[in-house]
């Protein structure tokens, strides 16, 4: 029972106050402080000290070992990302206030989204103050939050992950090739860039042809693409007869932009031009289309001989910014039907559009030189994150339970809340950023109560 504790001190000769003595004897001798043994202990309740005698004449202080110790609570959950794009694990903590006691604290955990799956609980190792688990994303359809929950002896905390929908987006750098005119019997060819610009990987699964004289090479169907890959397909076109051909190349995949792509397809076979050395190009302008920066994209133009007698290409320049010749070893000599491709790249390295021109001299009875103009643009597909540090104040009277980041664009004085949820760590990763904007970030502290402190120093950045 709780009380009064009993109180009392050894006196000489063995008496004690507060009580009868207490007297160690020998039987039938006299009291003596050194003989027979004896152990007295008192009963206390949990927290109190505990006098124990030892013994005649003795005291030994101890301490109960039931002493209780108030446990740690929860006091916060995070994860280190807080979106996230198509399916994959996102790493996430609860944290106690301070170190779990002897046999460590289990903590429940829960989320409100199908698609994000987590353990049922994790245990907070004993004087340990954190513990890790995985929280696994699978790709959603359509952009949401999933609300994670974290219990602990009464107390409650969550965390908000933004899961952003994943997409596949096929892209063609040409939506048709004009082949122009084709010797009959020649050939031409020309090259198409397929690339996936989403977030998610595509499969490829056809390209099938129509129209007389054209064909495909250059992959070998099924193709997966994952993000930012390409596949290059030649399409050559090489007539039997005189006349013009119209043809259509249509890719099938299962992206969601689509699921068939068509790329319309027209060249022209004529007949040899006459008497001399002649040399016929197929094309008077090469359009590369939109290509990523930093990238290579291929195309072609054919050089036929059509007259009766040899013709002699003597060199092939090319002028323009991002444009290149790959093909090399002039002087060529094509007999009469014969012909050769020359391969020209386009690797842009701004974005914007670019001219250039392909200059090519022979000693073709029908002039000199021939010139094609090339055409392109370069356009950047990368995606970017802003991602912030900051430091949490070195004291603060009102204690910080998290933060807010706020966020403009460009040059306004507006600022908007990133996340309407307490962000506890003391980093932000802006995954909505733009290419070629231009943002300002300032964090503020929040206490408890969801006061807010004054804005950070600023933050300023610009997107390549």
Sequence with gaps: MYGTPFRFSLLPGGARRGGEPWICRRSGGSARHASTRLAA????????????LS??????????????TADAALSSLSCSQS????????????????????????????????????????TIAAGASSAAFPATVAAVSSSQTGTLTASAGGVT??????????TRVLSANLTSLAFGSVIVDGSAQKSLVLESVGTEALTIDAALLTGSGFSVSGGSFPITLNPNQEVVLLVQFAPASAGAVTGQLTITSDAASGATTVIGLSGTGTASSGTGAILSVNATTIAF?????????????????????????SAATVTGTGFTLATGGFPITLNPGQSAVLNLVFKPTAAGAATGKLSIASDSTTGATAAVALTGTGISTATYAVDLTWHAPATSSDPVVGYHVYRSIGTTSSYQLLDSTVNVPTTYADSTVQSGETYVYAVTSVDAAGVESADSNLFTVTIP
């Design 83 to 122: 979106a996230m794009t198509g399916s994959g694990t996102d790493t996430c903590t609860v944290t106690l206030s301070g170190a779990a006691a002897s046999g460590g604290v289990s903590v429940s955990l829960s989320s409100n989204s199908s698609s994000v799956s987590l353990p049922a609980a994790v």
């Design 289 to 313: 289309g939109s290509v990523s920066l930093n990238t290579s994209a291929t195309q072609s133009v054919t050089l036929t001989s059509t007259g009766s007698a040899a013709v002699t290409v």
């Design 55 to 68: 013994g005649c004449g003795s005291i030994v202080k101890t301490t109960s070992a039931a002493t209780q």
């Design 41 to 52: 202990w008192l009963t206390v309740v949990t927290g109190l000290v505990v006098l124990g």
């Design 157 to 166: 905390q969550t965390f908000a992950l933004n899961l952003n929908a994943a």
